[in-house]
């Protein structure tokens, strides 16, 4: 295949092949004035700009400056370039009409006219965790930090209103940001400033919301952050003899899912991972990886940006959903235990014809314990809708519902009288209280989960499903390659476009690798490794 040799400095971009020129807005013209660019080639420009993580300014100046980049955005050698707003006003652009993704579905589908890509393949999923844009505060820096945002705010849209009721000493008070001063080390100072800052932010909030006060105030984004924030926070008692703040204590706080962790990012969620806690988001890449039959490079096929609370299993239906609307749905798609259900092993191979690899996790604890009763020495009698344990007694309760990611489940419980004098009591419970319990899927899922269990415990099914790892290469090149570990905007659809732009560079660096025939770097391995300690 040819291409056109330019030398992409520290990046290794050596070739630029004629779909990229084409894709980026034609071939460099040789007179005429210079235009205003096209959507094209600022689409191009933020691709490279995250190929070789770049900031704004860095990336335009790249594009006054630089030949290899003039060269692949098909501009004139004298071409001025433009500002780097730009480029923000292009991504804003982007988001208000809903068109973030068609960065990255252009580049597939002239990849798919090539060749390189197509359906019906084999594909791999995971996930990684990114942080969020802002400092991580402790709750008493948040609350002081959402205060003075929702000052600061109102100082630049209203000021006269502002000023006309603000108290003396706030201005000092929350002049600067909280971070710039050091807190009370004192527990009663700290109790103290908690409580003043909790009734200030009442006293702003009673203003804001009176009937005197502009009724678009309340539209302002800080002003509405604040009183969700104080909601979330604080309970207050209003009493004859004044008002009562306290904390919410941590099984009266809202669920993660909606807690605001930030006032600069609404958007960012706090969750937990393996022990590890963190606030922001969570990305998830799809990429082919059927290079062994057909020696086409590994190239992201789909990115999905969510919360940090969204669990994996809820994103595959859209993952499927998107792949299928670009004609590029797998034949097989290898995902880790996190995303596979009994429900995705049961309706896709039906009704989208993907065969989904992964493995399915245990029951329950007992199962990996060298001895005990796990779930399979018990026999399920469906139609009677009761279990019959080891020693042949038989369960009292079956109770259909959702488990606690609402999904469909059933669960099975023995009397607490039929276990309490049972010799292998020991064996199949641990509770003192209760009988043993059971929670299966309903009968169909039941088998899947069974039978995907039975599977994944041969050899080949092992084989096929080490390939899965190769995406844990993929995510490393993004994080390292173009910094994709900490976003660089505010907000989840900011966030989720710079991730279509990462996968979209991530793409371009592969394909330069690929054509210029650079192998794929070998798996490390320490020294000590290494050894043949059999020797």
């Given at each position: 295949m040819t291409s056109g040799m330019v030398n992409f400095s520290s990046r290794g971009l050596a070739t630029t092949p004629p779909w990229a020129r084409e894709q980026a807005g034609g071939e460099r013209s040789v007179c005429g004035p210079p235009q205003k660019p096209r959507n094209t080639q600022k689409a191009g420009a933020g691709a490279l700009q995250f190929a070789e993580n770049l900031t704004d300014r860095q990336a335009a100046h790249a594009v006054r400056a630089r030949i290899d980049w003039k060269y692949l955005l098909g501009l004139e050698l004298a071409d001025p370039g433009f500002d780097f707003t730009v480029l923000t006003g292009f991504r804003d652009r982007l988001l208000a009409h809903g068109l973030e993704e068609k960065i990255l579905d252009s580049l597939l589908k002239r990849l798919n006219e090539l060749g390189l890509v197509s359906g019906r393949g084999r594909q791999r999923t995971d996930s990684t965790h990114v942080l969020t844009a802002v400092r991580d505060l402790n709750r008493l820096e948040f609350v002081g930090e959402t205060l003075r945002a929702a000052l600061e705010a109102v100082a630049v849209t209203a000021p006269q209103w502002?000023?006309?009721?603000?108290?003396?000493?706030?201005?000092?008070?929350?002049?600067?940001?909280?971070?710039?001063?050091?807190?009370?080390?004192?527990?009663?100072?700290?109790?103290?400033?908690?409580?003043r800052v909790a009734a200030d932010g009442y006293q702003f909030l009673e203003a804001a919301f009176a009937t005197s006060a502009p009724a678009w105030l309340r539209q302002v984004p800080a002003v509405g952050i604040l009183r969700t924030v104080w909601l979330q926070q604080f309970q207050r008692t209003i009493t004859d003899a004044g008002q009562e703040v306290a904390w919410r204590g941590k099984d009266n706080l809202p669920p993660s899912r909606a807690r605001i962790t930030s006032p600069y990012d609404p958007d960012a969620r706090n969750s937990v991972k393996r022990g590890s806690a963190w606030d922001g988001y969570k990305v998830h890449f799809t990429e082919?990886?059927?290079?062994?039959?057909?020696?086409?490079?590994?190239?992201?096929?789909?990115?999905?940006?969510?919360?940090?609370?969204?669990?994996?299993?809820?994103?595959v239906d859209e993952i499927h959903d998107r792949l299928d609307a670009k004609g590029l749905l797998p034949g097989e798609h290898l995902m880790d235990a996190g995303y596979i259900s009994a429900e995705l092993l049961l309706t896709a191979p039906s009704q989208r014809g993907v065969r989904v690899i992964g493995p399915v996790r245990p029951m329950t604890r007992r199962t990996v314990q060298a001895s005990g009763y796990d779930?399979?020495?018990?026999?399920?009698?469906?139609?009677?809708?009761?279990?019959?344990?080891p020693d042949g007694s038989h369960s009292r309760y079956w109770t259909e519902g959702l488990d606690n990611n609402q999904r469909p489940a059933i669960r099975i419980r023995f009397a607490t009288e039929t276990c309490a004098p049972c010799p292998s009591r020991g064996q199949c419970t641990n509770s003192t209280r209760y009988g043993r319990q059971l929670t299966v899927r309903p009968q169909d899922q039941d088998a899947v989960l069974e039978h995907a269990r039975a599977e994944q415990s041969t050899e080949e099914w092992k084989a096929v499903y080490a390939i899965r790892s190769g995406i844990e290469g993929t995510i490393h090149q993004a994080v390292t390659a173009?910094?994709?570990?900490?976003?660089?905007?505010?907000?989840?659809?900011?966030?989720?476009?710079?991730?279509?732009?990462t996968a979209t560079a991530v793409n371009l660096l592969r394909l330069d690798a690929w054509w210029t025939g650079q192998p794929l770097a070998p798996t490390r391995t320490s020294h000590l490794a290494a050894l043949d300690l059999a020797a």
């Open positions: 502002l000023t006309s009721w603000i108290p003396r000493g706030w201005q000092e008070r929350y002049g600067a940001r909280v971070d710039s001063y050091r807190l009370p080390s004192d527990e009663n100072e700290r109790t103290q400033l908690t409580w082919t990886c059927d290079a062994r039959e057909t020696s086409r490079p590994h190239l992201i096929t789909h990115v999905v940006t969510t919360d940090a609370t969204v669990g994996d299993p809820v994103v779930k399979a020495s018990f026999t399920i009698d469906w139609d009677a809708h009761r279990a019959i344990c173009t910094g994709a570990r900490r976003t660089r905007y505010a907000g989840l659809g900011k966030t989720a476009l710079a991730h279509i732009l």
